[in-house]
T-cell receptor
């Protein structure tokens, strides 16, 4: 099993540009989570999907952030326009939709907004 | 209500010593308490987990102690090794209703000196 795949692994962009982060969950997993990790705020849940449907997006910082899951094998997190305070490591995780199941994290995307 | 408080923020232990990380929660509906381990440049990975029907769970050198009345749980790493140096996150969920969604603590950066 290839695990959760995220791309790109590193992204450097300038303030105001659009950024799209991509995630491929583990095959057979039907819950998908997007997290942001910073030194100041730790690991924050941004949004999660069950069976491709967004369940809770209360962690999305503001309207500049959007996430989609068009099918069971692909999800995107988009920031438009990006700002320096968005600089962080963004993780995608997936799991089987069932109680007490382990979340499997991807390697993360390190985003730097100049 | 949904927060999980973790301490200490950082911990330095000598090789062979015991590392202890503590977490406290408020939501009495939480019924699943995993610990995740994160190495630099990697995503978090499940280390060990406990349900509140037991007060302790041990896997090798790692032990979770759970105190339901105090709403606290802790991770003990016996015979700590330099390879244990990582960031540790406690987490909690209401497994029956939230599936695999987790609320994470702030994280503890553990350094084990040789």
């Amino acid at each position: 099993d290839a695990g959760v795949i995220q791309s790109p692994r590193h992204e450097v962009t300038e303030m105001g540009q659009e950024v799209t982060l991509r995630c491929k969950p583990i095959s057979g997993h039907n819950s998908l989570f997007w997290y942001r990790q910073t030194m100041m705020r730790g690991l924050e849940l941004l949004i999660y999907f069950n069976n491709n449907v967004p369940i809770d997006d209360s962690g999305m910082p503001e309207d500049r952030f959007s996430a989609k899951m068009p099918n069971a094998s692909f999800s995107t997190l988009k920031i438009q326009p990006s700002e320096p305070r968005d600089s962080a490591v963004y993780f995608c995780a997936s799991s089987r939709l069932a109680s007490y199941n382990e979340q499997f994290f991807g390697p993360g995307t390190r985003l730097t907004v100049l | 209500q949904q927060q999980v408080k973790q301490s200490p923020q950082s911990l330095i232990v000598q090789k062979g010593g015991i590392s202890i990380i503590n977490c406290a929660y408020e939501n009495t509906a939480f019924d699943y308490f995993p610990w995740y381990q994160q190495f630099p440049g990697k995503g978090p990975a499940l280390l060990i987990a406990i349900r509140p029907d037991v007060s302790e769970k041990k896997e090798g050198r790692f032990t979770i102690s759970f105190n339901k009345s105090a709403k606290q749980f802790s991770l003990h790493i016996m015979d700590s090794q330099p390879g244990d140096s990582a960031t540790y996150f406690c987490a909690a969920s209401v497994g029956e209703t939230s599936g695999s969604r987790l609320t994470f603590g702030e994280g503890t950066q553990l350094t084990v000196n040789p």
